[in-house]
């Protein structure tokens, strides 16, 4: 097999190998190559010492990215190269870090601390591929193994766990049978696991192609940290908008939302509230009133124990409260929409809407097509240069002062007075018309005041 390395790597690669030392690309990017596709990073396993590659390197921009653990950073042609030396780990503490790492003198030795087969491959131009735990015939049959016991390697670093899940949904691999059944049982150590790590991998899990299997696969694991999710599954609706339990529904919902961080994590949250809001009719129908609330409420927690940026937070947190506000495709109401809320969040909104749509009973799927009718409008809307916020208007607080209102706040609120005029399409959004309108608001002022 020939696997095609960029030359910026091929440099870092070449000055190890003539400088004595063994040398291979390996993890993610041989993975990647394997697959046809293309690796996001360059990563090199060396015999080479870490103070060694960073004498090999003198004349290139170095960072001691993780000294301790014998990796460098060399900077290649503009690109990182990150330059690893043949360690084994120490004794594990607390299931994450291993005591002391120890480096090794072989790559086989290297190859058997990577977590997956498919992670644990190593190729040189001059070598080729070397693959001592069946990782090439993993990739063909997709399959995610560990690498050796996967309940000890769980053990030594449980974030191996959702790792797996990861690879698995961004890949769309099998998880090997063995390797799943200790994810189950090694579970409970992920509370070793710092909040941040875990909300990295479970974004990485939700933006996956494969992100619905794992979900109702692993929702076991995902309880660990989201513990509303062990009552989600088996959760029956009973209602007639619903064909599948609160979990699957879940699921399905986050398969079917756009990859955008932030609908999938709010696709992911957005019923949590459900089993604890289930009320049932005389008539044995099911309904979940204010779920929504419920599930904002779960959502903050969750944030809590997995702490991310402000942004995604609260962007996540209104997504969730708004999930089942009505939307018509109706171009004033979108456009007041737009002016409350902006164009990203009704973006974003709309397209979980659909998601949840898309996750309930077939029957009710026009609302799935006035949803779409709703995007498209959004679109020519924003296209048309429509108007639904201050930068957008045609004037401006200069035109509003030269009209003799006195620089102030009542600039800004005559201004605002003017925008929702224009969303409410009762002025057109010209300068003319709006100094027009900006002079009406004045006098009639004047009048109250006198
Ligand atoms: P990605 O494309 O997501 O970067 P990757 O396989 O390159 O995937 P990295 O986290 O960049 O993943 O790690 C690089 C390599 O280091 C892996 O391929 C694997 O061989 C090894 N590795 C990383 N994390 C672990 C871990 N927790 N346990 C064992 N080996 C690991
Ligand atoms: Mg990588």
Redesign the pocket.
């Given at each position: 097999m020939n696997i095609i390395i960029p030359e910026f790597a091929l440099i870092v690669l070449h000055r190890l190998m003539e400088s004595g030392f063994e040398s291979y690309i390996?993890?993610?990017?041989v993975?990647?190559s394997v697959l046809g596709q293309s690796p996001?990073?360059y990563?090199i396993t060396t015999s080479a010492r870490p103070e060694e590659v960073v004498g090999i390197f003198e004349s290139f921009t170095v960072i001691e990215t993780g000294l301790k653990h014998g990796t460098v950073t060399v900077m290649s042609a503009g690109s990182p190269v990150e330059v690893t030396t043949f360690r084994t780990d120490g004794d594990y503490l607390d299931n994450r870090r291993p005591s002391s790492v120890r480096f090794c003198g072989t790559l086989r030795e290297d190859l058997s601390?990577?977590?997956f087969t498919c992670?644990?491959i190593a190729y040189s131009p001059q070598s080729g591929i070397i693959d001592y735990f069946g990782g090439l015939s993993d990739i063909e049959n997709k399959i995610i193994r560990a690498v050796g016991n996967p309940r000890r390697r769980f053990e030594e670093?449980s974030?191996?766990i959702l790792?797996a899940m990861r690879f698995s949904s961004r890949l769309g691999f099998e998880i090997d049978r063995q390797t799943s059944d200790d994810m189950h049982l090694c579970r409970s150590l992920l509370s070793n696991i710092s909040g941040e790590r875990i909300f990295a991998e479970l974004s990485g899990i939700l933006m996956g192609e494969n992100a619905r299997e794992i979900i109702l696969q692993y929702h076991d694991i995902l309880s660990e940290f989201i513990p509303s999710f062990s009552d989600m599954a088996g959760f029956r609706q009973n209602n007639p908008y619903h064909i599948y339990d609160v979990l699957t529904h879940t699921a399905v919902a986050v398969e079917r939302a756009e990859p955008r961080l932030c609908v999938r994590l709010a696709a992911l949250l957005h019923d949590v509230g459900k089993p604890a809001c289930y009320f049932e009719d005389a008539d044995g129908v099911g309904h979940f009133y204010g779920h929504a609330e419920e599930s904002v409420q779960i959502a903050r927690e969750v944030f809590r124990r997995l702490p991310t940026d402000n942004f995604t937070k609260e962007r996540v947190i209104k997504l969730i409260k708004y999930h089942d506000a009505p939307i018509s495709p109706d171009h004033k109401q979108i456009k007041r929409m737009l002016l409350r809320h902006g164009e990203e969040f009704v973006s974003d909104l709309i397209e979980l809407e659909k998601a949840d749509a898309l996750a309930q009973s077939p029957e009710y799927h026009e609302r799935i097509d006035r949803l779409r009718e709703c995007g498209a409008m959004l679109r020519e809307i924003v296209e048309q240069n429509e108007c639904f916020s201050l930068r957008r208007l045609a004037i401006g607080g200069r035109d509003v002062i030269s009209l003799g209102v006195p620089s102030g706040k009542r600039v800004g609120e005559i201004l605002t007075a003017l925008l929702s005029m224009v969303v409410e399409e009762k002025v057109s959004n010209t300068p003319d018309k709006l100094r027009e309108a900006a002079i009406g608001l004045i006098e009639a002022e004047e009048q109250s005041d006198g």
């Open positions: 390996v993890g993610g990017c993975r990647d996001k990073d990563d601390r990577r977590d992670n644990a670093d974030l191996r790792r």
